[in-house]
């Protein structure tokens, strides 16, 4: 069956649930025999994971949670002299080939991820 012209064979877009998500928030929120809700106990084991056991990991996580994961600057060093946002996609698509293309040969028609 051909879809029609202007009409979107996904009118919902994306599913918006998380089956995995969700059940790990029900999980996490539930209370314990001692009154504590799980997500306080995991809160807790994080901290002492980064104060006392002294794990970077655990650090940058809570840092992550709290202040959000610092921007990674993006640098762009073509010979054009228009600002990216002015780029098609087939030309930024080809901006990424052709810097892709030291690493890995790829062909042509195939995508980039």
């Known amino acids: 069956m051909a879809f029609k012209k202007g ?22 929120n539930r209370i314990d025999a ?7 106990k995991l809160a807790e084991k994080l901290v002492k994971c980064a104060l006392i056991d002294g794990e970077g990991w655990a650090f ?3 840092a992550d949670r709290l202040e959000g994961k ?4 993006v640098e762009y060093s073509g010979t054009d002299d228009r600002d990216v946002k002015e780029l098609t996609d087939a030309e930024l698509t080809a901006l990424i080939r052709s810097q892709l293309a030291t690493d890995e040969e790829r062909p042509e028609g195939e995508s980039l991820n």
């Open 7 to 28: 009409i979107s064979g996904n009118p919902g877009g994306s599913r918006k649930e998380k089956i995995f998500t969700d059940a790990l928030r029900l999980e996490a």
């Open 70 to 73: 610092p921007m990674q600057p």
């Open 34 to 40: 001692d009154g504590r809700k799980r997500i306080n």
């Open 60 to 62: 940058n996580m809570i």
